[in-house]
């Protein structure tokens, strides 16, 4: 993330989803930033370039020079988004308090609805962090274009609007805060 000082702010988030926080430089091209007193760069690649098999096809992915591996994402779908993946209810709605209404589901495919298990959305655009999906769980089809388009302030923080019409504001809620009956009725894996 960009700060005010001409300096950027890396997070890198473990499988425990442990963040560690590093303060880097852009030049050429590139982040530089220390990490265990060693100086490292981040640099635009491919999966293929990372050397694991599970990354070679994808083409949106950072490396880490000199040490190697990488971070990838499909940047032909959801998980382009840059939240959290969980609950997130409109701003003004207790976590305990929320209803269906009010309720979405980050599933790293699409933005699903209380109850819909088959969500999967398309990134058609982005600009900045403002992302257009075509997202076949908002209700209205796009006939291949954009139906939503999702603001990202923070891993914890999206603005959604349908086309035609205003934007939601939600944050983040721990499913375990939503009610019982929102709890059973988040999207499984």
Do not use: W
């Not at 442990?18 to 690649?45: D, E, N």
């Not at 370039?49 to 779908?77: F, K, N």
């Not at 900045?128 to 075509?134: A, K, R």
């Amino acid at each position: 993330m960009p700060r005010a000082d001409d300096h950027f702010m890396i997070e890198r988030r473990n499988a425990q989803g442990v963040s560690t926080h590093y303060l880097a430089t852009a030049t050429g091209g590139r982040l530089y930033f220390q990490r265990l007193g060693k100086t490292l760069a981040i640099r635009p690649g491919r999966g293929s370039e990372t050397g694991d098999p599970a990354l070679a096809g994808l083409s949106d992915c950072l490396l880490v020079v000199p040490d190697g591996g990488g971070y990838c994402r499909r940047a032909d779908s959801a998980d382009a988004l840059p939240l959290d993946r969980g609950a997130y209810v409109a701003v003004k709605t207790p976590c305990h308090a929320a209803q269906r209404t009010d309720t979405l589901f980050f599933t790293g495919k699409a933005l699903a609805r209380p109850g819909q298990n088959a969500c999967q959305a398309r990134l058609v655009g982005q600009q900045g962090m403002i992302f257009h999906l075509d997202d076949r769980c908002a209700g209205i089809n796009a006939g291949g274009g954009a139906n939503e388009t999702i603001s990202v302030p923070d891993a914890h923080h999206m603005a959604v609007a349908a086309n035609g019409q205003s934007a939601t504001l939600y944050r983040y809620c721990a499913t375990g805060l939503l009610p019982p009956v929102l709890q059973a009725a988040r999207p499984q894996p």
